[in-house]
T-cell receptor, first 115, second 111 residues
Framework: DAGITQSPRHKVTETGTPVTLRCHQT?????MYWYRQDPGHGLRLIHY???????DKGEVSDGYSVSRSKTEDFLLTLESATSSQTSVYFC??????????????FGQGTRLTVV | DQQVKQNSPSLSVQEGRISILNCDYT??????FLWYKKYPAEGPTFLIS???IKDKNEDGRFTVFLNKSAKHLSLHIVPSQPGDSAVYFC??????????WGAGTKLIIKP
């Protein structure tokens, strides 16, 4: 199994509070991703990183920010949590293998509930 | 605008029979396609992939077929086993190595 750890695994927070989710990898993969999974939507990309301090937005980035100060860690911050951000969040890592070939490895997920 | 579509939210198959999961895509620039399997309360795990230069890839009970002209791929599982019950996601990779995901199909294997 790829070494990816997400913390916390579960969190309940109040509307309007900031929340930070952490993803830690031991594989030295260049790319890291944050997804959210909601019923009927599959996996939607929030933000991704293609290197230290190199990040970009995904399709559902509003209300989220990320930081990657070192290869191993990718942080996702909800600046002011809203109920619509209640979801399961997955971190993934990948290393490009050429010609579009890439395989993502996922963490176990963080279940976030905003009340 | 969904670039990768899995039109069947769920599929029920008898144990021992063939399971066929379908995926359609709209972007002809996708280079690589992958199938992932997800159990409840776990992250998705890689199952099988196929490059756009091939039309078939096989790994044990799992075979993925790619029809580029139809922009369609399918995952065949033969024979289906109870442990195959899970949600299956189709994904496509572009030249920027971004993975675009389908919404998933829940496969239920009946004993």
């Amino acid at each position: 199994d790829a070494g990816i750890t997400q913390s916390p695994r579960h969190k309940v927070t109040e509307t309007g509070t900031p929340v930070t989710l952490r993803c830690h990898q031991t594989e030295n993969h260049r790319y890291m991703y944050w997804y959210r999974q909601d019923p009927g939507h599959g996996l939607r990309l929030i933000h991704y990183s293609y290197g230290v301090k190199d990040t970009d937005k995904g399709e559902v980035s509003d209300g989220y920010s990320v930081s990657r100060s070192k290869t191993e860690d990718f942080l996702l911050t909800l600046e002011s949590a809203t109920s619509s951000q209640t979801s399961v969040y997955f971190c993934a890592i990948s290393e490009p293998l050429g010609q579009g070939n890439t395989e993502a490895f996922f963490g176990q997920g963080t279940r976030l509930t905003v009340v | 605008d969904q670039q990768v579509k899995q039109n069947s939210p769920s599929l029920s198959v008898q144990e021992g029979r063939i399971s066929i999961l379908n995926c359609d895509y709209t972007n002809s620039m996708f280079d690589y396609f992958l199938w992932y399997k997800k159990y409840p309360a776990e992250g998705p795990t890689f199952l099988i992939s196929i490059s756009s230069i091939k039309d078939k890839n096989e790994d044990g009970r799992f075979t993925v077929f790619l029809n580029k002209s139809a922009k369609h791929l399918s995952l065949h599982i033969v024979p289906s086993q109870p442990g195959d019950s899970a949600v299956y996601f189709c994904a496509a990779s572009d030249s920027n190595y971004q993975l675009i995901w389908g919404a998933g199909t829940k496969l239920i294997i009946k004993p």
